[in-house]
């Protein structure tokens, strides 16, 4: 069986037909080539490969590529300013520091900006419990909760 | 995962029919717990029958003195639900810490609950408040509806479309999670109508189960200290990697305390 889907990915409409197995993440990364969204452990635990499905943070690899027909995705790739102008989340990541090898940053990233947009505060026990869903191999979690709080307060200010 | 049919129809009736003509079709809600599975391929349903594009199943009204919750209302629905929040604040709570939180994004209710896993944190809630389960026909008491590991009242084809909950003087949740999986290693929730209370045991045992010389206890005295002497028989409990059965015993204890305080 094949199933035709259309949705938007990083604000572009993509219709095909697809397997009903065929995860988001593969979607994602083997048929449109967007490899910023990064599969670690693939049992929906590590959360490196969050994207925005209908402006919410979820686990690619944890959806059905079905399940996202009619779906607005916003991946990594889809968050730059139209000038190519970092994210104020990916911006306060670089600034300080918030990664070590990198393979969990864009989960890191994605997961973080939808924090910023619902946490009731930006205390370091708040941003820790946000990001209980987004592991980091190399235990960078003091730069990250770092950036974290210094991201949401640039998208809270801008 | 083992290949499946797709359906995603947008008539309760139709999902009702389509599991009525194969009985290998599986629900499908949010697929926290069922996508893994399947990508563990310790399932192999024929065909996914998604409720999602099923109008109505969502919506967090209030009826009555509780509030009547959609099957398909998402762990953070629940959390945030300004409704939920003043009736049930505690039930709120419980969902704010199910998973995390891209996981509370697409988990459901009523997929958590149809589940039935003996560490899920819903089902002591359904217990310990009396919750009734709403399916496509018929009310289901929630001291009836969970019959054993991963087995509930629900028949072939059944589909749950919301539950009820009524509002209690006290209901509080109180979980020790596994620190890797979020899960609980044990969760005990306290719920206190009128004169009854009521003290249901999550992840401790193969299935939730109430904890009757507790609530005997509250009951005569709503107070912690009204437990002090009162151990939990370890008989028939959990006994993993994690905890061993006496530990979960105790647990289950320093919960119902803290449920009550």
Redesign the interface.
């Known amino acids: 069986m094949s199933v035709a889907i259309t949705l938007t990915v990083n604000g572009a409409p993509v219709s095909l037909e697809v397997d009903p197995r065929l995860l988001l993440s593969q979607l994602l990364r083997d048929e449109l080539g967007l490899t910023g969204t990064h599969v670690g452990c693939d049992t929906s635990q590590c959360g490196a490969c969050t994207v925005h499905l209908d402006g919410l943070s979820v686990k690619s690899c944890a959806v059905l590529a079905v399940q996202a027909d009619g779906a607005d995705v916003l991946t990594i790739e889809g968050i730059t300013g139209p000038d190519g102008a970092l994210h104020p989340m990916q911006a306060a990541f670089r600034e300080h520091h918030g990664l070590q090898c990198g393979f969990c940053t864009p989960g890191m990233v994605m997961g973080a900006i939808e924090l910023a947009r619902t946490a009731r505060d930006l205390e370091e026990a708040t941003i820790r419990e946000g990001l209980e869903g987004n592991l980091c191999r190399c235990t960078g979690y003091q730069n990250i909760v770092k950036a974290v709080r210094a991201g949401a307060q640039a998208m809270r200010e801008g | 995962?083992y290949?499946?049919?797709?359906h995603?129809p947008t008539a309760l009736a139709d999902v009702v029919a389509l599991l009525i003509a194969d009985e290998d079709a599986k629900v499908?809600a949010g697929?926290?717990t069922l996508?893994?599975t399947?990508?563990q391929r310790l399932a192999m349903p024929s065909a996914?029958v998604?409720l999602?594009a099923v109008p109505g199943l969502r919506e967090i009204v209030a009826e009555g003195d509780g509030v009547r919750i959609g099957a398909m209302a998402t762990h953070?629905a629940v959390a945030r639900n300004a409704l939920v929040r003043a009736v049930l604040p505690g039930l709120a709570d419980l969902a704010a810490h199910i998973?995390?939180?891209?996981?509370r994004?697409?988990g459901t209710i009523g997929g958590s609950i149809a589940n039935a896993d003996p560490a899920a944190d819903y089902p002591a809630a359904v217990v310990a408040l009396d919750a009734i389960i709403r399916t496509d026909r018929r009310d289901i008491a929630g001291g009836a509806f969970f019959t054993g590991l991963f087995e509930t009242a629900l028949q072939p084809g059944e589909v749950m479309t919301s539950l009820f909950f009524p509002a209690a003087s006290h209901a509080r949740y109180a979980k020790f999670s596994n620190p890797?999986?979020?899960y609980a290693m044990a969760g005990v929730f306290v719920a206190k109508r009128g004169d009854a209370v009521r003290a249901a045991v999550t992840g401790a045992g193969p299935s939730v189960f109430r904890w009757h010389a507790a609530e005997a206890a509250l009951s005569a005295r709503f107070s912690a200290d009204a437990l002090d002497g009162l151990v939990l028989d370890a008989e028939g409990l959990n006994s993993d990697m994690h905890a061993d059965a006496a530990y979960r015993a105790h647990l289950v204890g320093v919960l119902a305390r803290r449920a009550i305080a």
């Open positions: 995962m290949g499946f049919d797709y995603r499908l697929g926290q996508i893994p399947l990508k996914l998604d999602s953070a998973g995390d939180a891209q996981v994004n697409r890797a999986s979020r």
